[in-house]
């Protein structure tokens, strides 16, 4: 890469230095600077050494302190910012800073709770990357440490199913560090998730061969990744798998004295040890984790699901059957006995797994052991009859091609799903409560008795129409309320309230002398159809008066004279209101 290549300028720039990568085993095995010159550098090693030794816990740890002060000095000269030289200078140690206006920053492609990740153009090459954006702390000691054994770690390894750092990116002045890594276009979360993609045995075969060799070399190297889930599992176009986010990852406590934390791998990957509280584990842990990812490629989703860590817990239990009595009695677990559970359960893993290869069955029983030490190992793994029967794992580059598809597109897809979901739900929710505020106000007997304007029965008219044949209610300027039944068939509402209506003996009914109709029980105000329909079409409409309206035809022709059916009116509309409101609303 051609903006990398300005390493090559410091001595070991392609990697650290022996002293960074050895692992010494039987001593402190602390971690210290090449010496480059006599006396000096060999008397500044003794004291780091010494200063060292007292927090050293055996086996072997990556000594993140302060760097002897020439070295900070060469580190700050080379661009390196002096916050992280002070702290981290083994991390960065042959290595020189890349320039940030070397690359051309695209979309982000990634989150995670420490960072962010960017796809990235070199602009040299025009070559694809992926920059993973470290937040800090207020630049805490702690928290930079915590980012320069991922460095550290990340440089100690180096396998084809692993994910490779080509460089850093900061400057002096800079607060911040891209971690530059080769770019892959998919995650096993994104590919498990879509519903048109079903991977075949060979397939999955082919995944887990090449996850189990890049585990395997961790383990060998020395390092636990502690957060093994499809989300860190990428893929390229050429099939090729490579494990990463090692922001978790630790070197493993070989003696027992120096005790971890139980907080790590996310809960549906997490091994019961854990969950029950270990501070002192091993690899094991991330095998249990890779039984789930290799028990989630068959289901497509993930096998344990637990919302909460005792919940996760009861879930496994049920999974994998209750441990037996002497795992409780040898067992030095701080919380063991608190998770014990009150019902005995049989292993459930074959039945819920009946669609499996037996021999995948089989693996999965290994790796998913409550009893750590019956996972065996990475390499044993390998080994194992699953492996080694039809049909056998295909070829990476003949595996099929996919678009980019990664756990945050799927995220993205999900947020947008519920967006839509809530804003039809705030639909429903507001209409809910103005259908309450409607029932309301015809409760109450105030809001009957006033007039309507022309205008606003126009309007109901059109809310008519807009609902298509769904029953509306409209409240009127003048608060009356209009309740109308519709069909998609018919036509506009007529006019109810006020109209012109005059009759042989020339008596009319004006915009001033307005009728206000109480809700009857029988339909003396409106006419019924012949397919049991009630008719949108009032009683008072001017098309009943013409005779204009055939009910073959959805028109009605009848004699109607509105002087009688207002004469009609008038008594028994007084005493329907009377006896409802307590009063005549005339």
Known sequence: MG????????????????????IAEGHSGLTVLESKT??????????????????SSGGFSFRLGLAPKHVEAEQNAAGWPPWLTATAAE???????????SF???????QGTYSSVFRAR???????FALKKVRFDNFQPESIRFMAREITILRRLDHPNIMKLEGIITSRLSNSIYLVFEYMEHDLAGLVSRPDIVFSESQIKCYMRQLLSGLEHCHMRGIMHRDIKVSNILLNNEGVLKIGDFGLANTINTNGKHHLTSRVVTLWYRPPELLMGSTNYGVSVDLWSVGCVFAELFLGKPIL?????????????????????????????????????????ESSLRERCADFPASAVNLLETLLSIDSGNRGTASSALMSEYFSTKPYACNASSLPKYPPSKEMDVKNIEDSSKKKTGGKMREVATSRRQQRRVSKILQDPNNFGKSTSKEDMQNISQNARRDDGKSHLTKGKGGAMHKDYTKP????????????????????VGSNNTFTWVKRRKQDA??????????KISALDPNFAKGTYDLTTQRVSMDFDPAELMNAQGDRGRAVRKSRFGRDNR
């Not at 070199?122 to 694809?128: A, P, R």
């Not at 068939?489 to 009319?508: L, R, W």
Request: a positive charge; aromatic letters at 6%; hydrophobic letters at 30%.
């Open 38 to 55: 006599g006396s000096e550098n060999e008397r500044n090693n003794k004291k780091l050494k010494k200063n060292n030794s007292k927090s």
């Open 305 to 345: 699901k637990g919302r909460t860590e005792v919940e996760q817990l009861h879930k496994i239990f049920k999974l994998c059957g209750s441990p037996p009595e002497d795992f409780w009695k040898k067992t030095r677990l701080p919380h063991a006995t608190m998770f014990k559970p009150q019902t005995n359960y």
């Open 489 to 508: 068939h018919m036509d506009a509402m007529s006019e109810t309230s006020q109209m012109n209506v005059a009759n042989g003996n020339g008596y009319s």
């Open 91 to 101: 991390a960065i140690q042959g290595w020189i800073p890349l320039k940030a206006d």
């Open 3 to 22: 903006c990398i290549s300005s390493k090559n300028a410091v001595a070991g720039a392609c990697s650290p230095s022996p002293a960074v990568l050895n």
């Open 122 to 128: 070199e602009v040299e090459t025009g070559k694809m």
């Open 104 to 110: 051309q920053k695209l979309e982000k492609i990634g």
């Open 526 to 535: 409106s006419s019924t159809l012949s397919d049991g329909s009630r008719s």
